[in-house]
C-alpha cells in the first residue's frame, strides 16, 4: 500500500504547492492536518475564498469516516490508559486501518493489537510525509503529463473497496457516487458534502430496517 500511500501523497503535495500557500505553511498543515482527503478538499475552497464555516463543514464531513474507525478500534484497545489511546488516534488512517481489520477481524484476547497498529500506521505516517513534502517542495517542477492525480485517485478506490463488504455498504457508495454526480454544479464543492449527507441518511436508514427486520422475527 505504500506506492498508493506515495502517490497520493505527492498529489497532495503538488495541489498544496499549486494552492499559494507558503511552504513554511504547507508543511505544517500536512504535519498537523495528515488527513489527504481533508487538505484536497480545503484546499480548492481556501483558494476560492469560502467562509471558513464552509471550509469546517466540508473538512468535518470528510473526516467522519474517522470517527466509525474509532468505534472499530475501541475493542482493541479499550484496555489501555486514555493518553495512550488519544495518542494511537493521531495516527488513524485508511490504509492501516484496511490492514488492521483484515488481520484482526475480531478483537481475540492476547495478540498486541497495538503493536500491530503501530508498525502499519508509522509506515503510514512516513510514507506519507515523506510523499507530500516532496510535493510541496518540487510541485512546480513536477509536470502533469505525470498522471500523478490518476494514480491517487486509484489508491483511494483500491482502499475504499476494501471496505465494502456488504450489499449495504456497496450501495451507499452507489448513493454516494450518484448525489456526488449529480449535485456537481454546486459551487465550492459542496458536492462532497451532498454525497457523505447521502451515504450516512442511506445507512442510517439501513440500520432502521435491519433492527425493525431482527424484531419482527420469531
Same mark, same amino acid.
Given at each position: ?122 509506515? +503510514? ?36 473497496? +476494501? ?56
Amino acid at each position: 500500500m505504500a506506492i498508493g500511500i506515495g502517490a497520493w501523497g505527492l498529489v497532495a503535495g503538488v495541489a498544496m504547492a499549486k494552492s499559494g500557500m507558503g511552504l513554511p505553511l504547507a508543511i505544517f498543515m500536512s504535519v498537523v492536518v495528515y488527513a489527504g482527503s481533508a487538505q484536497i478538499a480545503a484546499l480548492p475552497l481556501i483558494a476560492a475564498g469560502a467562509p471558513i464555516w464552509v471550509v469546517w463543514v466540508t473538512t468535518l464531513c470528510v473526516s467522519l469516516r474517522f470517527l466509525a474507525y474509532s468505534f472499530h478500534y475501541r475493542p482493541y484497545f479499550a484496555h489501555l490508559p486514555r493518553r495512550q489511546r488519544l495518542a494511537l488516534s493521531l495516527l488513524m488512517g485508511d490504509s492501516n486501518f484496511a490492514l488492521f481489520i483484515r488481520r484482526f477481524p475480531e478483537p481475540a484476547p492476547g495478540p498486541r493489537h497495538e503493536d500491530y497498529f503501530l508498525g502499519c500506521a508509522l509506515l +503510514t505516517f512516513v510514507v506519507w510525509q515523506a510523499a507530500i513534502i516532496t510535493g510541496i517542495v518540487a510541485g512546480h517542477v513536477i509536470p502533469a503529463e505525470w498522471g500523478l492525480g490518476f494514480a491517487g485517485t486509484m489508491a483511494l478506490l483500491a482502499l475504499t473497496c +476494501t471496505q465494502l463488504r456488504e450489499p449495504s455498504t456497496w450501495v451507499a457508495a452507489i448513493v454516494a457516487s450518484c448525489a456526488a454526480v449529480a449535485a456537481y454544479a454546486l459551487p465550492l464543492k459542496l458536492n462532497i458534502v451532498v454525497a457523505i449527507a447521502a451515504a450516512v441518511a442511506f445507512g442510517v436508514l439501513a440500520d432502521h430496517a435491519r433492527a425493525v427486520r431482527a424484531r419482527s422475527r420469531p
